[in-house]
DNA sequence: GCGGTAAGGGAAAACCTTTTCCCAGCTAAG
DNA sequence: CTTAGCTGGGAAAAGGTTTTCCCTTACCGC
């Protein structure tokens, strides 16, 4: 019984490979792949005995020998400085989506805000031999802190600023905006406030434009934007800016926020001074991070930009590169929609 | 012009082997080998000589050929069903931290609560030959929709129900409650409550238990766990039952909540009530999710998981079972920390 | 019966690196 | 001078798969 006291390391035997199903089959290793692949010409009854074996034998391919061939390795990078961040996720989940049931792995890299860091997680993934990269941020008007312009793998740039020249996707953050306030228009709210987030980031000028511009074409008063910080604490203040001047009449009937914190503030400020909402004033965040949507009182309605989607683009996008299309460089625009419940007066249905 | 007329692909030049190296140097392929790698022997000038040629040309070893051979791939596989969670997010910045450095890299695998996916997930995974799986998922009392009890690499289960047998990491969530309401009565509450989630929950109940403890170790009037939802209306109902009876003298002067949003729940529903937090009632929280914690009035005192911690713990103990080394099965339950702010009465400092 | 052709399958190179031997040359001891 | 031992370096196999040729056999028409 040596053989039963033999250390077991982790567990069992090593995987089966080709050769093996190739000898039990009877036939050479090259007539194996070709029957596992679909290539070459045999016997239909031979290739059926092949694929039986490797059935059998639970045979599955060893995909570094694949990759190390076919120059292929059917694996991207993710590469992201959001750790922590909302973002991401449904970003990571769309590419995962788009790219699984291709066969396509993804490597996730998180590199912080650290070049040294971003650099080692872009070695490593070459060294794997991904077949492309996708980088993706936490804001789409910074570039990630590490330089993807000379690789020898395409790279799709998603929620985050682009390299001149190379593919981006962004959310439309414009296009989102109108939905929110042409919405705020058809319900027939009138005096439209912005209350948005720091001024440096550009989809704070993005949207506070599209609002501008929708108050504009429908003939209603302008109204400039309040830019404050992306938290709650704003949503307060700026109420307390909107709503401190006696006489009802100046005040807004609606107001569409920068994100779902803000309008958060927002809401809760307002009830603090029984101002009611939606009845009294119509609020609109923008994220659509549905903890929050769900949680304010009344749940709130907000602009989604469908980063999910943005993600399967992104994957898609990547793929076709790395299949040799040459893809339009540029920056593309994804729509938002607008989810609808309670806070800007309209039944959800 | 012919050679400029080529289409270039995507971008230039094949990377640099080990044979070009080697040619340059005019060494043999086995010596380059040798030299790079600190193996075998030869004059220092000659490995000098390889190294400079190496650096020169910029050559950086195909990892593929090199897993193939060592039957290391220097990569792990991720799975977690909790996509949109706050969880798996700083647990994976954690493995991803403690594997970076050691040149592994990590495949992210969502398989949602879908088998299929899952199954489809793993097998990617193992046919890319990773060294080793890791486990996550939303809550630590359920597996994972897939069986990875007879897999050919090493398993270890983070922030999720580990199979029997197998290496499991979690939070010491009891342990975590303990740090709460010790830190209540180190400040002097008498009344302390708890609010809690659904009882479906095993945390809900090691968190409740602890909390008994830790009152009849310190003499306190024992009082039960309100179980309800893990949400912040489920705050303002558990203010309403707990404050709602006549006479301050039967009101709690402490609540420890089963996560944050429920705290954040309580706190404005003791606002609303006129009830001062910190003066009267002190609240702590259960995950100190900064952007709930940070923004509730006042900041919110919170249990910790360290999630981050467990996921670098997670990814050295998988690491080490790569490695050979066996691992005491069975769970390890990391400590919680508490991390004071504004809502329970001591100063922050 | 012969030439031609197509079908079925195999040998071997290729991908890139690591590692185990082995060899040639030299030195030092006997 | 012989032998042992060491030094510097190379040849070749190994890892698992794909793919390009090539070879054999059988069949067909004449």
């Not at 910074?142 to 020249?165: C, I």
């Not at 704003?234 to 807004?252: C, D, I, Q, S, T």
């Not at 602009?303 to 299949?323: P, Q």
Request: hydrophobic share 40%; net charge neutral.
């Amino acid at each position: 019984m040596s053989a039963d006291a033999e250390p077991a390391p982790v567990s069992a035997k090593p995987p089966v490979t080709l050769r093996e199903v190739a000898a039990v089959a009877g036939v050479s290793v090259a007539t194996a792949s070709k029957a596992l692949n679909g290539q070459g010409r045999m016997t239909a009854e031979t290739r059926e005995r092949i694929r039986e074996t490797a059935r059998l034998l639970g045979f599955r391919p060893n995909s570094l020998a694949q990759s190390l061939l076919r120059k292929r390795s059917f694996t991207v990078g993710l590469l992201t400085n959001d750790t922590y961040g909302r973002f991401s996720l449904p970003l990571m989940a769309g590419v995962s989506d788009a790219l699984v049931d291709k066969g396509v792995s993804v490597f996730l890299c998180n590199v912080e805000d650290d070049t040294r860091l971003g650099q080692l997680h872009v070695e490593a993934m070459l060294d794997k031999r991904v077949d492309g990269i996708i980088a993706t941020g936490k804001r789409i008007d910074r570039h990630l802190p590490v330089d993807l312009s000379n690789l020898r793998v395409p790279v799709v740039y998603a929620f985050t600023q682009p390299d001149p020249g190379a593919v981006g996707l962004v959310s439309d953050d414009a296009g989102g905006a109108r939905l929110a306030v042409e919405h705020f228009c058809r319900l027939g709210r009138r005096r439209i406030a912005h209350v948005s987030g720091p001024a440096s980031f550009a989809v704070v000028h993005a949207r506070a434009q599209a609002h501008r511009d929708v108050l504009e074409e429908t003939g209603l008063p302008a109204s400039e934007p309040l830019l404050g910080a992306w938290s709650e604490a704003w949503g307060h203040e700026a109420v307390a800016r909107l709503f401190g001047k006696a006489g009802r009449e100046g005040w807004p009937d609606a107001v569409f926020c920068g994100n779902d914190q803000i309008a958060r503030g927002v809401i809760d400020a307002l009830r603090e001074r029984g101002i009611d909402v939606p009845r009294d004033v119509g609020v609109i965040g923008f994220d659509n991070w549905e903890i929050v949507a769900e949680a304010t009182r009344p749940p709130l309605t907000s602009v989604d930009m469908n980063l999910a989607a943005l993600g399967r683009e992104a994957g898609l996008a990547l793929l076709s590169l790395v299949g040799g299309q040459p893809a339009a460089p540029g920056i593309r625009k994804l729509p938002c929609r607008l989810v609808v419940r309670q806070s800007c007066g309209s039944p959800p249905e």
